[in-house]
């Protein structure tokens, strides 16, 4: 029986602007070339490497390796902004989740810095909707490893079978599947409405 059901935030609760800001908007600025082989000149490319996504690096060192490497002077806060204002909730999501709320356990679980949390949570309120929220930031976990989808399942006191979880890349949809979860998916709100309703959950 179906007891939670844990959302992904980039690409699923919010929309995913942010792989286009990272591969047009930022090497316009810096007038930077975009080859097949590197798409994303150093802005994104020192995410994961450096731990920032995992909160072992601050924002400020995450910048300053952009900008030694771009030789070029980074206004931190405008960069941020620039990356973070383009995300927008979706909204038939974000009514679907209220909804469900009533019914089960409800979790956030995101692969996000937590200075880029915890700005997107000040403009929408996010963490408002869920029982856990689970940052990599904070958690210093990340996804689509094990560790991070049993320390959610630890959270909600839930066994895997109990859960679904909902994302919009495969790697972490095998991830959660890995560890006994049921993932989906997520390509649209009418195909998550109906993938949930296969998988027994009252809507």
Not at 125 to 132: A, K, M, Q, S, T
Not at 136 to 154: H, V, W
Request: aromatic residues 10%.
């Amino acid at each position: 029986m179906i007891k939670a059901i844990i959302f992904d935030l980039g690409g699923v609760y919010l929309t995913r602007h942010i792989l286009l800001t990272l591969t047009k908007t930022f090497p316009e600025m810096f007038n930077l070339s975009v080859t097949e082989d590197r798409p994303r000149p150093v802005f994104g490319e020192h995410i994961r490497p450096s731990g920032f996504m995992a909160g072992k690096i601050t924002e400020e060192e995450y910048w300053k390796l952009c900008e030694n490497d771009l030789k070029v002077k980074i206004d931190p806060e405008k960069l941020r902004n620039i990356l973070l204002e383009g995300f927008e909730e979706q909204k038939d999501v974000v009514n679907l989740i209220k909804r469900l709320r009533t019914d089960y356990k409800l979790a956030l679980l995101s692969d996000m810095p937590k200075e880029w949390a915890d700005w997107l949570n000040n403009k929408f309120n996010i963490f408002d909707n869920f029982d856990e929220s689970v940052v990599s930031g904070y958690t210093g976990l990340e996804k689509p490893e094990p560790p991070i989808f049993n320390y959610t399942l630890e959270r909600l006191k839930l066994s895997p079978e109990e859960c679904i979880f909902i994302d919009d890349l495969e790697k972490n949809i095998n991830g959660a599947k890995n560890v006994g979860i049921n993932a989906i998916r997520f390509e649209g709100y009418d195909k998550l409405v109906e993938d949930l309703k296969k998988l027994g959950v009252t809507l």
